[in-house]
Structure formats: structure tokens, C-alpha cells
């Protein structure tokens, strides 16, 4: 049974710093591409940013020079390091896994987590 796991959500002023961690569980780890997503109230699940089993990244334009999406193929983990929040990232953010790589930013993953809440204040 596949399961990803979120964390690391919480409260902070614009311009402060946050960490998501993702940890999957169930399949072959590196056959997944894993990317994380966001849903702020009222609007449509958005990607964020993706990332392929070599490496390979892909991000909103919203979040360019701000996010970092990395892996930790030996703990088994992945991570959205946010730098520079602003409210518009306000949102629940969900960890997800699909073995089509050419969905990068596409919401039709296949496997998601609960989300987790980020909330950056003014």
C-alpha cells in the first residue's frame, strides 16, 4: 500500500523560511516522479514543484528563485525548502508520487498525502 507522508507545515510571517518533508512509503522509491502541490481556499490544486528520479526539477513560476524541491534517496524523503514566503503561499500543500514523468505540474498524480497547512501572515 503506497503512503506519503507530510510534515513540517506551520505558521509564519511573510518572509520567513519553511521545510516540507515527504516520506513515501510502499513502493519502489526511485521509479517514482514525486512532486509537491498547493490548495489555498476556494481555488484549484496547483504544482508547486516536481522532481524526477535523476534529479531533474521542474517549478511554478510563482516560486522560482524562492522554492527548492530536493530527495534524499537514502532516508527515502523528499523536501520543499520555501524561502522568502509571502500570504499568496498560504495553502494546504500535499506531497504526491506517479510513475508518469511527463505529468511534472499536472494535478493527476496518483498518489497523495493528507496535505499539510502553510500559513504565511503579512
Known amino acids: 500500500q503506497v503512503q506519503l507522508v507530510e510534515s513540517g507545515g506551520g505558521s509564519v510571517q511573510s518572509g520567513g523560511s519553511l521545510r516540507l518533508s515527504c516520506s513515501p512509503s510502499?513502493?519502489?522509491?526511485?521509479?517514482?516522479?514525486m512532486a509537491w502541490f498547493r490548495q489555498a481556499p476556494g481555488k484549484e490544486r496547483e504544482g508547486v514543484a516536481a522532481i524526477g528520479e535523476d534529479g531533474t526539477t521542474t517549478y511554478a513560476e510563482s516560486v522560482k528563485g524562492r522554492f527548492t524541491i530536493s530527495q534524499d534517496n537514502a532516508k527515502n524523503a523528499v523536501y520543499l525548502q520555501m524561502n522568502s514566503l509571502k500570504p499568496e503561499d498560504t495553502g494546504m500543500y500535499y506531497c504526491?508520487?506517479?510513475?508518469?514523468?511527463?505529468?511534472?505540474?499536472?494535478?493527476?498524480?496518483?498518489?497523495w498525502g493528507q496535505g499539510t497547512q502553510v500559513t504565511v501572515s503579512s
Open positions: 510502499g513502493y519502489t522509491y526511485n521509479s517514482y516522479y
Open positions: 504526491a508520487a506517479d510513475p508518469r514523468w511527463w505529468l511534472q505540474l499536472q494535478a493527476k498524480y496518483v498518489y
